[in-house]
Each structure stands twice: as structure tokens, then as C-alpha cells.
């Protein structure tokens, strides 16, 4: 029933990208998977890359690791919003949560800090 700060404010630091980090990756996989299929799609043109021996199966190969990676990604981004709206959710008048808060602030305090910390 109640969403403890310090559990949610673990597992969110825990994926220590920030969201404009993952929609940055997330546009660069997007731009090589583009690549990656205009090269399968010019296979028949006499300056294809892929007339090198071994190039389509390399491209073919590289391109399922970036979706795989993108479905990676977008399932940390879904987890995230969910961890964000159950800290939304919490019943910050309620006195239990109140001295919960109190309770794990320091903890919290310092786990954002070491985050903050690295990212600089």
C-alpha cells in the first residue's frame, strides 16, 4: 500500500541514465538501424556495399542488435515512468509515510549525491 521512498529512490538511481540519455540513444540506434537497412535495400546496385563478401550477413547481425538494444531501452524507459508514478502516488500527508520520509532522507540524500556526483 504504501511506496517507500527509499526502495523507489534505489531502484530509480540504480538506472542511472536520465531520460534525455535514453531518448538520445535511443534516436542515435534509430539512425543506424536506417543505415543499416538502406544498405539491404540498395543490394541489387553494382555499388552496393553489400558486394563485399560477408557485408550482409555483418549487416544483418548488427542490425538485430539495435533493435534488440532499443527494445532493452524502451523497456527501462516504461520501467522508469512506472517507478516515477508510484513516487507520484504517494500520500505525502500521511503521517506514517511522514516519518518514513524523515526516517530515509539522509539515505536518499546521499545515494543522489553520489549519482549526481558521477554524472559531472
Do not use: C, W
Not at 539512425?31 to 537497412?37: A, E, G, L, T
Request: no cysteine; glycine share 0%.
Amino acid at each position: 500500500n504504501i511506496d517507500y521512498f527509499l526502495l523507489l529512490t534505489d531502484r530509480l538511481l540504480l538506472s542511472s541514465l536520465r531520460l534525455d540519455d535514453m531518448q538520445l540513444m535511443n534516436a542515435t540506434l534509430n539512425v543506424y538501424r536506417r543505415v543499416f537497412s538502406s544498405i539491404l535495400e540498395q543490394e541489387q546496385e553494382p555499388s552496393s556495399l553489400l558486394a563485399h563478401q560477408g557485408v550482409k550477413d555483418v549487416v544483418l547481425y548488427l542490425q538485430e542488435k539495435m533493435e534488440t538494444l532499443q527494445k532493452h531501452l524502451s523497456h527501462a524507459s516504461h520501467h522508469r515512468e512506472r517507478l516515477l508514478s508510484s513516487l507520484n502516488r504517494i500520500q505525502v500527508d500521511d503521517p506514517v509515510v511522514q516519518r518514513k520520509a524523515l526516517a530515509e532522507v539522509l539515505q536518499v540524500y546521499q545515494a543522489v549525491s553520489v549519482v549526481n556526483s558521477r554524472s559531472h
